[in-house]
């Protein structure tokens, strides 16, 4: 019912810059959060950044500085953009999104988009 669609990986060389996007799309009765995590190879999926719906945003400390999450709101997609990339950020960039939707709107739940692949290096 709920899809997320990502876009804008890529290779780039260390110290340029990419865009990711996230598209929302299906049932969403309200967005809790949105937010990007990244795994690498051979290690744990881990936190990149998370933006809830009306508070802080938090951002790993590796990337604080580099990365800037945004959200546009009427559209349900989430923006992740990087900056002054190093080659210990390629990794494969997933985007999550905590929801209730329209069908079960007492439920919390979260989604996952499909990934894409963020490489860096020269």
């Known amino acids: 019912q709920v899809q997320l669609v990502e876009s804008g990986g890529g290779l780039v060389q260390p110290g340029g810059s990419l865009r990711l996007s996230c598209a929302v799309s299906g049932s969403i009765f309200r967005i809790n959060y949105m937010g990007w995590y990244r795994q690498a190879p051979g290690k744990q999926r881990e936190l990149v950044a998370i933006m809830p719906s009306g508070g802080n945003t938090n951002y790993a400390d590796s990337v604080k500085g580099r990365f800037t999450v945004s959200r546009d709101n009427a559209n349900y997609t989430v923006y992740l953009q990087m900056n002054s990339l190093k080659p210990e950020d390629t990794a494969v960039y997933y985007c999550?999104?905590?929801?209730?939707?329209?069908?079960?709107?007492?439920?919390?739940?979260?989604?996952w988009g499909q990934g894409t692949q963020v490489t860096v290096s020269s």
């Open positions: 999550n999104v905590g929801y209730r939707s329209t069908t079960r709107p007492a439920v919390s739940v979260s989604s």
